[in-house]
């Protein structure tokens, strides 16, 4: 099945520690995003890229930036990692337009990066 | 700017009783509303959308919802709740043109009593 994988799927690290978390898609989209998830908080968007040229910075880019490598691969880095980072971390994809089984109004959703700074 | 609200955080039924789960969106226009779930320890998946056409929406594992102009509402329900509905449902809304980048709403964790 095409799919959106996350790596790694579990990560403790310090305070000031380079993170990187990856996600890959075979899924064929365009449209790849980076989401955090707080407790009461929701989901929250962290950057988008409609095709590897065009990133874009969500609503809460601070301390974050990421990399599209190629169409499938979205990564997301924390330079300098702080406690207030620590939460679940999903990456999503959308078509540019409409396929079979989905349309370009649709997110898919990896199993999220739970991401722990002590 | 778009918003979504989703008023309680925690929601218990009883197995067998009917579940309603509140969204209101704001939007300056009609936007695109959509209902995901997220099972513990899982990603999001796509429950149900509203795009156009239709305004009873029906998705999957028996949940519906109506998109209500008027109220600005876009509640999700299901008749009969089982136990495998426990689990945390988000609203979300985006734009019909443009970037169409979701808002999600705070989220909705659903509690089933035997």
């Known amino acids: 099945d095409a799919d959106v994988t996350q790596t790694p799927r579990n990560r403790i690290t310090k305070t000031g520690k380079r993170i990187m978390l990856e996600c890959s898609q075979t899924?064929?989209?365009?449209?790849m995003y980076w989401y955090r998830q707080d407790p009461g908080l929701g989901l929250r968007l962290i950057y988008y890229s409609f095709d590897v040229k065009d990133i874009n910075k969500g609503e809460i880019s601070d301390g974050y930036s990421v990399s599209r490598q190629a169409q499938a691969k979205f990564s997301l880095s924390l330079e300098s990692a702080i406690p207030n980072q620590t939460a679940l971390y999903f990456c999503?994809?959308?078509?540019?337009?409409?396929?079979?089984?989905?349309?370009?109004?649709?997110?898919?959703f990896g199993p999220g990066t739970r991401l722990t700074v002590l | 700017a778009q918003s979504v609200t989703q008023l309680g955080s925690h929601v218990s039924v009883s197995e067998g009783a009917l579940v309603l789960l509140r969204c209101n969106y704001s939007s300056s226009v009609p936007p695109y509303l959509f209902w995901y779930v997220q099972y513990p320890n899982q990603g999001l998946q796509l429950l149900l959308k509203?795009?156009?056409?239709?305004?009873l929406v029906k998705g999957i594992n028996g949940f519906e919802a109506e998109f209500k102009k008027s109220e600005t509402s876009f509640h999700l329900t299901k008749p009969s709740a089982h136990m495998s509905d426990a689990a945390e449902y988000f609203c979300?809304?985006?734009?019909?043109?443009?970037?169409?980048?979701?808002?999600f709403g705070t989220g909705t964790r659903l509690k089933v009593l035997a």
């Open positions: 999503a994809t959308s078509p540019r337009g409409s396929v079979t089984g989905a349309s370009y109004n649709e997110q898919f």
């Open positions: 509203y795009t156009s056409a239709a305004t």
């Open positions: 979300a809304v985006s734009d019909r043109e443009g970037t169409y980048k979701y808002i």
């Open positions: 899924k064929g989209h365009d449209r």
